[in-house]
């Protein structure tokens, strides 16, 4: 194959008020696993979208070879034997595997030569153990396949440099187990990938090659042998000591605030999403729902949340059950939705606006708006939880993810709720962040019970006092997070195996 | 060179003012360019323009006059676009309003004293509009049909409406075969301000505006109007009464040209003829997103379009100009505005390739 060495040099690139890129080396050699590690925001996908073509560098060069490219579209890039595996796919939902794979290429002219195309196909999923229907339409696809489709995308194209934004947040443990091997298939051939992530474990366990970076710059080129610990790692990546365990002590539970009685409902298109669901929670603990994407969780919260209507069963909030289309009280619930702006906020009115969205009729009195009120609560909200806003007056959409969800956070507890619902309240945020959304639900567990719903087993772990795990809309099990032999079962329960 | 379009983190209210000048001035000039390929001297048929308008006391007037519809039936649309509801049915509504108000004053003012016929012609007036205004409503929030075509639509069947009854049933016997009913009785017309067409239109608009900005922006039901235009899912998180709201928000956003309706026929025409629709309605869009939805900034708007309106009436007299000239002009000016907006929101960067 005698792929070249690709170095990028001095890189620089700015974003209206952002420097995501701050005079970047790097240097991807052929045949090896690249990580590049970094918090969200130091500007990985920066660095790697101006590889393979999607934006170009304000200063800086890229050679392929001894070779200087420039880059000015996407398909200049794949030209160079470039191509990335963005974070939302991008595939075209109602057309084939194959279709999507030829999308864009100029060759075939006019006819498709679907045979040909889906022979080829095949072939190319048999070597690297990408299991794909080439006739198979995207919709119905799990996002583990779509994600192998676009792969097989940039195979196709014959590339020799795979770039891979987070592939991992999609997937089950054992999906990441396959596109490890996946990737080790593709490096032994002389190809390399790059591999974006901030999971500390997926990089001492695959990279050849790991790059930290932090606000822009890169703090240290690596080798797994070079690194002595996680917890360096981790420091290296934050650029301060991250505690990965929290300290959490056991609380004297209080009473039922939430119940689940053999509850089952469905999706938007009718479909059983989950079924016969029972459970508890009780006011001081934690209770996690953890599973993959998709496997009813949105559908369960959307019915107990009184947002969507369920087919059977019984949900009791604080003993009185809520049936069908009515609701909860929204005085004594606080809910942390999963899509932050779609739902938690209302991106183009401002922080005010935002605060007061759940409490709304306690700041207008005779239907009159109490501003010195609302205004004061804003201040004491936005210092107590370290809120960093650009001004008072700023829009919600001008706030950081990390700070628009403790905006989000702030208004739920402002409340002094005693059941919250927090649906992937850490999804998509920094570490610095993360913990601070952590510290947060610790608290308030002094006083409600938690439903957590999460994809992220870190984060389950390190939070919960019981864990239940859904998986195709059942929940496989429940135990206690004291119950340490269990553990090691989560990961295959989540991907539909049970303890046999 | 290769153009880059980003999108401003910061908005500064600075640029967005600065861009509404350049803009306004930049369609000066290509109108001025218009004016010159149909062979008129720019500088002179603005002149002339500026002169029809604000040339004396009673030009000015005249703009007033034709502002008091497009105020109304632009607060119409604004006020519907904050729920993220596409109004575009201001005309008929407009007309409906118009037929209502002169029900009353045809055939109930009779039997009335005099000085109930004026408030109960704005009430039937607001009504008419309103409820015309929540059928498209009805079917919005009921079934999910398409506003923007359904209050279209209706703007065809008001003015057919309208005709039939002023040629038809409603036509003046003593008129000589004039399209058009009865001169209303006196009771039932507007005051004037002196020595003008101005009439008490003019104060509805004014307290209108003014109370929509109020209830937008410092009471319960307008933080729940914006928050439900601004993001449905989160209005849901928050149990507010979407339906309901939608309901609500046609049928005032209906009222408010049904207002300008009655306002037209009895502070203007004091009966109904053919100059009832003339496309306030249709203006009224125009003024609404020019004053970014903005209930008192677009009374100024609504202004500055009419003296367009008036304006242009003289480039026809004066000058012999065909009268779509002042329509470009207007078009041109919606472009240039509705472009330096996104410039406000967006930057442009030029890179060498």
Redesign the interface.
Known sequence: MGQALIRMEGITKRFPGVLANDHIDLEIEPGKIHALLGENGAGKTTLMSILSGRYRPDEGAVRVGEKRVRFSSPSDALQCGIGMVHQHFMLIHNQTVAENITLGLHRPRFFLHRKKVEEKVEGLSKTYGLSVNPTATIEGLSLGEQQRVEILKLLYRNVDTLILDEPTSVLTPSEIEELFATLKNIVREGRSVIFITHKLEEVMEIADRITVLRRGRVIAHLTPNDVESRRELARLMVGREVVLKVEKKPLALGEVVLELRDCSGFDERGHPAFHNISFAVRRGEIFSIVGVAGNGQSELVAAIMGLKPFSSGEILVFGKSHQRKASPPMEEVGYIPEDRMGMGSIPNLNLLDNLILTSYHQFYQHGLFQNEAAREMRDGLLSKFHIVVPNRDALARQLSGGNLQKLILAREFSRSPKLIVAEQPTHGLDIGATEEVWMELLKQRERAGILLISGDLKEVLSLSDRIGVIFRGRLMGVFSSEEEDWIGEIGPMMAGVKRG | M?IAI?????PSTWASWGGLGLSILLALIMGGIVFFMVGANPLKAYSVMAAGAFGSLYNISEVLVKAIPLILCGLSVAISAKILIWNIGGEGQLVVGGIGSAAIALFLSPYLPSFLVLPLMILAGFIAGGLWASIPGLLKARMGVNEILTTLMLNYVAIYWLEHLYFGPWRDPMGMGFPGTAIFPESAWLPRFPQTRVHLGLIFGIVAAILLQVIL?????G??I??IG??P??A????MKTTQYILWVMFVSGGLAGLAGMAEASGIHYRLQQGLAVGYGYIGIIVAWLSRLHPTGLILVAIFLASLLVGGDQLQSVMHLPSSVGLVLEGTLLFFVLGSDFLSRY?IRL?P?
């Open positions: 290769r980003e999108r401003r983190l910061n922006w410092r009471t319960r039901w933080y729940e914006r928050v601004e993001n899912k989160a849901r998180l928050a149990r930057r890179s390739k």
